[in-house]
């Protein structure tokens, strides 16, 4: 369980929540070394012996560039398109199987888009996360400036495990990063690394008030002060939304 301080929290965005940490000096270097293996056994074990996969450098590459664009919206064209620059042809249908193992092997997880009015869920384009950030930042190192993309994964994770079925919300052309659906009620969540001036106050909060039902609507950010209310949406700092139920 997560503890609520500042050193507990940066522990857990650089090495991931795995239970078996617990018995680690946390270092840099013991703790990646462990990760590592892991890595290696779910993408070697897990992946390429169970379906028999012959392109290794290519999941390899597809790891490095889901671990770059976590939280993105994308699709197996898009990725395709991009490893076509990158001189490797590799087929849309090629890459959907490769995802859907590593989903099988609970390496990362999809969430689907759809419209928060009418509830249609888009065929195509989808974002993906990581089920561990410490296994995420095996492939490309924790780095500082990833910070958004880390705390979106987090919020992620966290309303999973509570329970809620999640979509990443569309409504006109502008984005609710997650909108969940438990037992009947709905939840609506923006994350933003911090609240720092007008521009980005109005880009979070001004998505949420576009949503016309009385719902509940939340903005996590890594903001201090934090606790209060805009028009109805709470402003929650992430240690406090990862520490207690939602």
């Known amino acids: 369980k997560l503890q609520n301080s500042p050193e507990a929290f940066l522990t857990y965005i650089k090495y991931g929540g795995l239970r078996y940490l617990i018995n680690l000096e946390l270092e840099d270097d013991i703790v990646y070394d462990y990760l590592k293996n892991i890595y290696n056994t779910i993408l070697f074990k897990d992946v390429v012996k169970r379906h028999r996969i012959r392109n290794i450098a290519f999941l390899e590459r597809l790891t490095i560039y ?6 993105a919206v994308v699709s197996a064209k898009k990725i395709s398109d991009f490893l076509k620059s990158q001189k490797t042809n590799i087929s849309p249908n ?5 995802l859907s193992h590593l989903e099988s092997a609970f390496f ?15 065929e195509i384009g989808e974002k993906y996360y990581f089920e561990d950030l ?20 987090l919020v992620f994770l966290h309303l999973k ?13 502008k984005e609710i990063d997650f909108a969940c659906e438990k037992e009947g009620e709905r939840l609506y969540v923006q994350v933003a ?10 880009r979070e909060f001004g998505n949420l008030l576009r ?22 949406i709470k402003h929650v700092n992430i240690k406090d939304f990862l520490v207690f139920a939602v």
């Open 66 to 71: 889901l671990a770059d664009n976590t939280g």
């Open 94 to 98: 090629v890459v959907l199987n490769y």
């Open 211 to 232: 949503i016309k039902d009385n719902f509940t609507k939340i903005v996590v950010s890594m903001d201090e002060m934090t606790g209060g209310k805009f028009k109805g």
């Open 134 to 153: 410490g296994l995420r930042h095996t492939i490309i190192g924790y780095r500082q400036a990833d910070i958004g993309k880390i705390l979106e994964n």
């Open 193 to 202: 690394y911090m609240i720092t001036d007008q521009r980005v106050h109005d």
């Open 161 to 173: 495990r509570s329970g809620y079925s999640i979509t990443v919300g569309r409504i006109g052309e």
């Open 108 to 122: 990362i997880l999809k969430v689907r888009r759809s419209e928060i009015a009418g509830k249609k869920i888009f």
